[in-house]
């Protein structure tokens, strides 16, 4: 295959439909290796007729990866190539939104100003716009403040009224597929994975930014299959060697009655009979039965699984790039070819990453990936490799076009602390879920 180039890419974001990558993809572990799909609502699997080529008839499919999930994946790869230095290394930053949570960490109890509220029971680190589940529009962002220059107390980054917001809430106020400049300055995944403003100042009414990048990765030919349940205790604790009772702490369990609750509103015994089972000790029986009689979710096999990407070109061109209210075709283009270079680079990163879609769902791609560039209707453009290394290589060409037309984005990534509300709502948090064992 030849390798494809920016000139590629800038005559298919001008002229063309789409850039495409079909991949065949089989477990890691081999042909008719088991896989396991996610379990949806009521503990099921997506499983659905499609037609596809090769099969005359309908064929079942099973659901392995959905659209959102591989958009978090692949946004999950570039913030990995950032916090390695894979892009920085090659002359390529990506911008960046950090909310930090790690003043709030204080184990050891070193920071006296720091009361117990507002101390984190567990860490949290950073959450970037590249982890946040709504990248920039997400409410853990729009719940933090940013120092701003001369401003010591800052300002929240998002506001109801536009006076009491930051100068970045300000511009976010304003974009639009008319005018996309902001998002490209500060968080350009926002514009090629789709975003909704809708935790914002207007609410339902924020700006709407379509899906120009989509993926799914399905199971074809999907077969169930059934899944055993047992456990060897070392300690061979027998299931009549209780009850166990809750003690009077609420913190454990023991055998003394006497040490036992004394709260009758509240259970006497650990779980519904205080067998050492409750308290997950003793042997587990093998079977092939769930405690409603049904199978358990025992995964599939597949003949393949087939993942489908595909970067809208349509999409792109609807953006426009105005620079101090003027806008240009060559402007637009550029950073156009910017966004469909970063998908590639996305994609690119995350099929060579390994997709480890969960535990025991390991694909690997059966062939080497190649990108056909439609432009011409009734015709599929020749299929072009494209390598991590190279796509890095194109995400840098486009950004210095770009630099050139006078647009250019966020080089350093831009600091957020949380707001006091959002860091003791997190430590209540983290307080309940210490308290109930981590269930919801």
Not at 298 to 312: E, F, M, N
Request: glycine fraction near 8%; include cysteine; hydrophobic fraction near 40%.
């Amino acid at each position: 295959m030849a390798t494809l180039t920016l000139k590629n890419i800038q005559d298919a974001v001008r002229d063309g439909a789409a850039a495409r990558c079909r991949a065949i993809l089989q477990p890691a572990g081999g042909e008719g290796t088991k896989v396991f799909p996610p379990t949806y609502a009521g503990a099921v699997y997506a499983i659905e007729k499609r037609r596809l080529p090769n099969f005359t008839e309908p064929v079942d499919c099973v659901l392995l990866d959905s659209v959102q999930s591989q958009a978090n994946r692949m946004e999950e790869v570039l913030q990995q190539a950032i916090d390695y230095e894979t892009l920085k290394k090659a002359g390529v930053s990506i911008p960046l939104i950090n909310v930090d949570f790690t003043p709030f960490w204080d184990p050891e109890h070193k920071d006296e100003k720091l009361s117990d509220e507002m101390r984190l029971l567990e860490p949290v680190g950073n959450v970037s716009s590249l982890q946040a589940p709504h990248r920039i529009a997400d409410a853990i962002l729009r719940d933090s403040v940013v120092d701003e220059e001369g401003d010591d107390k800052g300002k929240p980054f998002r506001a109801k009224k536009e006076s009491d917001e930051s100068s970045y809430g300000q511009k976010l106020r304003r974009v639009s597929n008319a005018n996309a400049t902001a998002l490209f300055e500060l968080c350009p995944t926002a514009l090629l994975f789709g975003m909704w403003d809708s935790t914002g100042p207007k609410g339902g009414l924020g700006a709407k930014f379509e899906r120009a990048m989509v993926s799914e990765i399905v199971g074809v030919a999907a077969s169930p299959g059934v899944r055993s349940s047992s456990r060897i205790d070392p300690l061979a604790i027998r299931l009549d060697a209780g009850p166990l009772y809750q003690t009077a702490d609420g913190n454990g369990w023991t055998l003394d009655a006497a040490q036992a609750k004394k709260d009758k509103s509240k259970p006497l015994f650990i779980g519904k009979d205080g067998k050492p089972s409750e308290a997950n000790h003793g042997n587990i029986k093998p079977d092939l039965k769930d405690k409603k009689g049904q199978p358990f979710h025992g995964g599939v096999t597949i003949s393949h699984a087939d993942q489908t990407t595909v970067i809208s070109f349509a999409a792109l061109r609807r953006l426009r790039f105005p620079v101090k209210g003027e806008q240009t075709a060559e402007r637009n283009l550029a950073a156009q070819t910017v966004l469909a270079a970063l998908g590639l680079c996305a994609a690119t990163l995350a099929a060579e990453s390994g997709l480890d879609l969960r535990s025991r769902c390991l694909l690997w791609p059966t062939e080497t990936l190649g990108w056909e560039l439609l432009v011409k209707p009734g015709k599929s453009g020749d299929k072009r490799e494209l390598t991590s290394e190279t796509a890095i290589t194109l995400l840098k060409e486009a950004l210095d076009a770009a630099t050139k037309q006078g647009l250019s984005w966020r080089e350093e990534p831009l600091k957020l602390r949380p707001s006091d509300d959002l860091v003791k709502l997190v430590v209540k948090s983290q307080q309940f879920a210490i308290q109930s064992g981590g269930e919801e």
